[in-house]
């Protein structure tokens, strides 16, 4: 019954295009779309384009948790380091992040560590926010008791700040999630010859509608992957959080 409940809405998705499609030469129909999704990406671009994005997503998401957190956490102890350094966090992310990339790319090229820095640029403010709001709202009677009971240093550390604070850091990374891609792919777009963003747009250019679709299909299905992998990490490190039960889920 699950099962039918989680498909429903996909399989009228799909019924509602495929009954819509052919009106226009820009809008193919499922069947085509699947035929190009399985002609283009189960070859060679699967390796020269998929994998390098997966991977400069990942890169850029990796290097966003470590700085989000590894920030985060001496800001949101220390009250006077959040009003010295809170306007200009406020400032540097009210700044859209496509907006850095041509300052990006002058700065470092337009390599793989342009697109990195784009992702890194996206991705380290929900984070970082997060962990700072997470850490500021730790429980006054925990830490009376840590120290009491001369809890300090490391074991305070990874006992009560950062596992108290973890359900906040968790939202910021699941936010950050969805920006890096979003970044990924428009970073591609910018003087690269290799990337999901890249081909996609290449496909437009040539008219390759069904191929554009099949592209814009495999973002989706990537996004959806990774929340997917996502959403089991989180339960495995809020298992204390949910409760056993929901750690089984």
Do not use: H
Request: glycine fraction near 10%.
């Amino acid at each position: 019954m699950r099962a039918i409940r989680l498909l429903l809405l996909p399989a009228v998705l799909v019924l509602a295009w495929w009954a819509i499609s052919g009106s226009s030469f820009y809008l193919p129909g499922p069947a085509a779309v699947a035929r190009a999704f399985a002609d283009t990406w189960f070859s060679e671009r699967l390796v020269d384009d998929v994998l390098p994005s997966a991977g400069r997503l990942l890169a850029g998401y990796a290097v966003a948790g470590l700085l989000g957190v590894g920030l985060g956490v001496p800001i949101g102890l220390s009250r006077r380091l959040r009003a010295t350094l809170e306007p200009v966090l406020e400032f540097f992310r009210a700044i859209p992040p496509p907006v850095l990339v041509p300052l990006i790319m002058l700065l470092v090229g337009i390599d793989t560590p342009m697109k990195v820095l784009v992702i890194v640029s996206g991705c380290l403010w929900p984070i970082l926010l997060n962990t700072v709001e997470g850490v500021r709202a730790l429980d006054e009677v925990l830490a009376d008791t840590c120290r009491m009971y001369g809890v300090r240093g490391v074991s305070r550390m990874r006992r009560f700040v950062l596992r108290g604070a973890s359900p906040q850091i968790m939202t910021g990374l699941r936010q950050a999630l969805s920006i890096g891609i979003i970044l990924m792919v428009i970073s591609e777009m910018f003087a690269s010859s290799s990337g999901l963003g890249f081909t996609i747009v290449l496909f437009q250019r040539g008219f390759q509608i069904a191929e554009m679709w099949s592209g814009i299909l495999l973002l989706g299905l990537l996004g959806f992957g990774l929340s997917l992998l996502f959403r089991r990490l989180e339960r495995w490190v809020l298992s204390w959080y949910y409760g056993t039960g929901a750690a089984r889920a």
